[in-house]
């Protein structure tokens, strides 16, 4: 069995007793917490997961990362007219 979720934007991949569970991260939105400060940052990259299963019962699950262009990203939202755009786009890298 394998339960998939989300909303956390953060990858995982764990077993549990007979089960596998699985996040798949954010495509959109992915970040890491500072280890210091405890504070969220926006990261480059989006976050996916491959999932193969084949006839032959063997089950594979590849975590992956995609560089996203974050100027694009940012620039984009700034254009957008989204309310607070502004702090939004300081938790992006620069």
Same mark, same amino acid.
């Given at each position: 069995?394998? %339960?998939?979720?989300?909303? #956390?934007? $953060? $990858?995982?991949?764990?077993? %549990?007793? =007979?089960?596998? *569970?699985? &996040? /798949?991260?954010?495509?959109?939105?992915? %970040?890491?917490? =500072?280890? $210091? #400060?405890?504070?969220? !940052? &926006?990261?480059? @990259?989006a976050e996916y997961a491959m999932i193969d299963a084949?006839?032959s019962g063997q089950l594979q699950i590849d975590l !992956?990362?995609? /560089?996203?262009?974050?100027? *694009? *990203?940012?620039? &984009?939202?700034?254009?957008?007219?989204?309310?607070?755009?502004?702090? @939004?786009?300081?938790? @992006? /890298?620069?």
């Amino acid at each position: 069995q394998i %339960y998939a979720g989300g909303h #956390t934007h $953060q $990858q995982m991949l764990r077993r %549990y007793c =007979d089960a596998i *569970i699985l &996040n /798949p991260g954010s495509v959109g939105m992915a %970040y890491e917490l =500072d280890r $210091q #400060t405890g504070e969220a !940052r &926006n990261v480059g @990259w989006a976050e996916y997961a491959m999932i193969d299963a084949a006839k032959s019962g063997q089950l594979q699950i590849d975590l !992956r990362r995609l /560089p996203v262009e974050v100027n *694009i *990203i940012v620039q &984009n939202a700034l254009a957008s007219g989204m309310p607070r755009a502004e702090e @939004w786009a300081e938790h @992006w /890298p620069k």
